[in-house]
């Protein structure tokens, strides 16, 4: 059973195609800044985008009349329950008019244009927005906002259920503490399958992350937006883009910062110490949540893959519960095994309305 996943980013657009679990072709479509400048919104970039995964998929000598099954990753829709989702008109409308501009957006609607040409299906599965939050988590003291779920659903999701299947359990029967670490850094409450709190990793809630500027002081923050100083686009960037390790450090990209501090650079190293620090505290919140019953604390996401930073936040955290590092994002690998299970009846796809 041949799927095709696409995951479209913000200078690349992913793809890869499954022959049931096997990994039969993966590519990498990178675009540059002037490419992707042409479009004035990510919706202008369809038919762009389009030409290029089609093009790139024939040339490797797939043909695209087996594919199946074609599963795109969600993108800014408005909040749901995790699981999988078969394209229909109501979440064609609403990526056609999200609550913001990300380039998943694309994802479910490139999948459904793909699936028609070929007459396969169209399913997207646990975009950003999955919100299992209790109402308690989603409250604060200020009745005109809302705390948000907004996480690395795919992925956690993904990595949460492949550490039970190796342990020869189900997802449901865990509770878990999921850490994605990567240009944003989402820390999660998994209990018994559903995420019950999590920090909002886009609008930079939480820790501080190469990209994010993370939870701060909120007396500062409206001293800064009411400084004359930047207008709300330039303080929206400070927090998501231009916020964390690249304003401290003037870099987003950690493994430079490793090299700059095992260097003797004092302030790479005490960034980078502060990142860690910041994760470590955001994690034993979460075990509180779960009122310390913590099976195991999973480390994910691309920065998972440096063992000095891991190293940092077991040394705070293992007394919680034991760590395993399960690095890299595994995007595309998640998207086809959550439509293998729907086209081999093992769940049933839910509909979006």
């Known amino acids: 059973m041949k799927i095709l996943a696409i995951n479209p980013g913000s200078t690349s657009t992913k793809v890869a195609v499954y022959d049931d679990r096997q990994l039969v072709k993966e590519l990498t479509l990178r675009h540059s800044t002037e490419e992707i400048a042409a479009w004035p919104t990510v919706m202008d970039q369809f038919d762009f985008r389009m030409k290029i995964i089609v093009e790139a998929v024939e040339r490797a000598g797939i043909e695209l009349s ?104 189900s997802y449901e029967s865990l509770d878990l503490i999921v850490a994605h670490l990567g240009g944003g850094i989402s820390v999660s409450a998994h209990r018994h399958g559903q995420v019950t709190d999590t920090n909002d990793a886009l609008s930079g809630d939480g820790p501080f992350s190469p990209e994010r500027a993370g939870t701060l002081p909120a007396e500062a923050l409206v001293e800064l937006c009411f400084s004359g100083r930047y207008d709300k686009a330039q303080i929206k960037k400070m927090l998501n883009g231009r916020g964390g390790v690249v304003a401290l450090l003037g870099t987003n990209n950690i493994i430079e910062v490793i090299d700059r501090a095992d260097a003797g650079d004092a302030k790479a190293s005490l960034v980078l110490d502060a990142m860690c620090y910041n994760i470590g505290k955001q994690i034993g919140a979460m075990a509180a949540v779960l009122h310390g019953r913590v099976d195991a604390i999973l480390l994910t996401g691309g920065i998972a893959y440096s063992q000095r930073i891991c190293d940092a936040i077991g040394r705070m955290v293992r007394f919680i519960a034991p760590v395993e590092v399960m690095p890299g994002e595994n995007e595309l690998e998640a998207l086809a095994m959550n439509a293998l299970r729907v086209m081999k009846g093992e769940i049933e796809p839910k509909v979006y309305r």
């Open 66 to 169: 087996q594919i199946e099954a074609v599963i795109g990753r969600g993108g800014l829709v408005k909040p749901i329950a995790s699981g999988v989702y078969e394209v229909n008109e109501a979440l064609k409308h609403d990526l056609r008019h999200p609550v913001g501009q990300h380039a998943s957006n694309l994802g479910g609607l490139l999948a459904d244009e793909i699936a028609r040409r070929v007459g396969a299906r169209a399913f997207i599965a646990d975009p950003v927005v999955v919100d299992e939050m209790s109402e308690m988590a989603h409250l604060t003291g200020l009745p005109q906002i809302r705390r948000t779920s907004i996480f690395h659903a795919l992925n956690q999701k993904a990595i949460a259920r492949l550490y039970a299947e190796r342990r020869g359990v």
